[in-house]
């Protein structure tokens, strides 16, 4: 073959399913799932999810048959205090879809076929690592922003988010749905499509939109959206350690009053101090709790203010994971327990860090977190209403914690 001529693809089924395998090595899709989303990338891995569900144990106390006279201490008939989540898997998934007139149009020349396929494979990769990336920190509901104080007008198309840095969660062409706060059902009138987003002032231009949306409805991707308890989104940080103290409701199958802290985690409202002070505090308190924190991850906001405080004194440290080659600047602050590392994270919420002891965390899966459906060893399939082939890419599974109490949602300015 002549230097410079064009690779000839098979265009049949079994030649593209072997470029596409090719390329997608599951070596290669972690470091695309893994890349600029830290929690996700640093979280430790369990890819062994099967079953219905699994057992996460944890001790509440130990037996208390403990006195200084022998027979008030061998009376006392106390046994340790044990609860046991048992975590189940939720799913998510993304497509890709390729026209079959551009594959046979690729057919003298691979480079460019994979191009226009990665092209819309990556994409739809993408949108999952981002949506387990986003429900990471949240807490199930599948809730990614909320409509400000102001009701758009009658006839509107756009409202404002009351969180502008929530913009991140969305994307031109996403459908969305709304919820008053607290409500059972959606608005009626069913999807609206993002057509446009100004990411300065965080407000968001739908092809159109209901007239019954209204000032604090919470905006969810299509799909997303669940009112019963058995929710489709991961429970992530805020479902282990939410903001106000858990009540009765059961979480995962355990009822935490009986101590919200060590089933429920630590919560510290620093919004009143300085941000390397609040960062202090909190992790005082998980240090008496027993915890040692080693990480924190907050917005990037955040993480600029911290920066500027800590001044000359900043010390810098990098953070790589261990299965893959992606890594992540990070800030370092002294602890009671030792250093954490400070990572920023753009799913993260705004002006909240999370001080977390990352080996009391799984992001648990059944195989691989992000991954092509391809247990039939299909990579592509055929669409059956299109001239065109279908990638699919999903995630089964859930985030554990098996020591709540040795982590804590700090409150910031």
């Known amino acids: 073959m002549a230097t410079g001529t064009p690779l000839t693809i098979d265009t049949s089924a079994a030649g593209v399913n072997n470029l596409l395998k090719e390329h997608y090595k599951a070596e290669r899709v972690r470091t695309m799932t893994y890349e600029h989303n ?15 569900g699994m057992p996460v144990p944890i001790v509440v106390t130990g037996p208390q048959r403990r006195s200084a006279t022998f027979g008030t201490g061998q009376a006392n008939t106390s046994t340790s205090v044990m609860r046991q989540f048992f975590l189940t898997r939720v ?12 594959i046979r149009a690729s057919a003298g020349n691979a480079d460019a076929f994979v191009r226009y396929a990665s092209n819309e494979i990556d994409g739809a990769i993408h949108s999952l690592k981002r949506s ?9 509901s599948g809730q990614i922003g909320t409509i400000n104080s102001s009701n758009p007008a009658d006839g509107a198309t756009s409202f404002t988010l009351a969180t502008p840095a929530d913009i991140v969660n969305f994307e031109v062409g996403m459908d969305i749905v709304f919820a008053a706060d607290g409500a059972s059902a959606l608005r009626a009138g069913g999807a609206e499509t993002i057509s446009g ?3 300065v002032t965080g407000t968001i231009t739908c092809t159109a939109m209901h007239a019954d949306v209204a000032a604090g409805d919470a905006v969810f991707q299509s799909g997303d959206y669940t009112a019963a308890d058995d929710l489709l989104k991961i429970s992530g940080l805020e479902a282990w350690c939410p903001e106000t103290a858990p009540g009765a409701g059961l979480h995962f199958g355990v009822n935490r009053t009986a101590d919200v802290t060590r ?8 919004s009143a101090l300085p941000i390397e002070e609040a960062l202090i505090e909190g992790a005082s308190l998980v240090a008496r709790e027993g ?13 600029s203010n911290l920066e500027k405080a800590l001044g000359s004194k900043v010390q810098y440290d990098k953070v790589k994971t261990s299965d893959a080659s992606v890594g992540f600047d990070a800030l370092v602050v002294n602890g009671p327990r030792g250093h954490m590392k400070v990572i920023p994270d753009h799913n993260c919420q705004a002006n909240v860090a999370w001080m977390l002891q990352l080996n009391t965390w799984t992001l648990n899966s ?6 092509i459906l391809d247990l039939d060893g299909q990579n592509m399939l055929r669409v059956t209403d299109a001239d065109a082939y279908e990638t699919r890419i999903g995630f089964y599974g859930n985030v554990s ?13």
């Open 91 to 102: 799913k998510d998934y993304s497509f890709a879809a390729i026209q079959h007139e551009a």
């Open 132 to 140: 387990l990336s986003v429900a990471m920190y949240r807490n199930g």
């Open 38 to 52: 830290p929690l996700f990338a640093l979280m430790p891995k369990y890819e062994k999810f099967g079953g219905d």
């Open 401 to 413: 914690c098996n020591a709540p109490g040795y982590n804590c949602r700090v409150k910031l300015a």
């Open 291 to 303: 915890g040692a924190p080693d990480h924190v991850f907050m917005d990037f906001a955040s993480y």
């Open 197 to 199: 987003i100004n990411r």
């Open 263 to 270: 089933l429920g985690g630590n919560r510290f409202d620093g």
């Open 366 to 371: 059944l195989g691989q977190a992000v991954s």
